[in-house]
């Protein structure tokens, strides 16, 4: 059974700075592409950045310049990197990838920013 498994939220100052993780697990099979969505409390999930299998990732506007999306394809792993962090960015954080043309999501993690 494929999972993903996210890791790395928590409570933060702003100006701080988390690194998300997110491993799949109970496949051989590599992710295709990832990317990170957010969903605050009211609100709908917004993605936030993606990373396709070549090419370059890319993100929406209120995170440019701050974080970065990343992957580890020995570890079949993707990351966010978040530094700068705002009030603004709390909110639980999903992981989705695509791996051999299957859709999946991860648990998700909260992420506090405090003022």
């Known amino acids: 059974q494929v999972q993903l498994v996210e890791s790395g939220g928590g409570l933060v100052q702003a100006g701080g700075s988390l690194r998300l993780s997110c491993a799949a697990s109970g496949t051989r099979f590599s992710i295709s592409s990832g990317a990170w969505y957010r969903q605050a409390p009211g609100k709908q999930r917004d993605l936030v950045a993606t990373?396709?299998?070549?090419?370059?990732?890319n993100y929406t506007d209120s995170v440019k310049g701050r974080f970065t999306i990343s992957r580890d394809n020995v570890k079949n792993t993707v990351y966010l990197q978040m530094n700068s962090l705002k009030p603004e960015d709390t909110a639980v954080y999903y992981c989705n990838a695509v791996i051999q043309y299957q859709d999946y999501w991860g648990q998700g993690t909260q992420v506090t920013v405090s003022s």
């Open positions: 990373i396709p299998s070549f090419g370059n990732a």
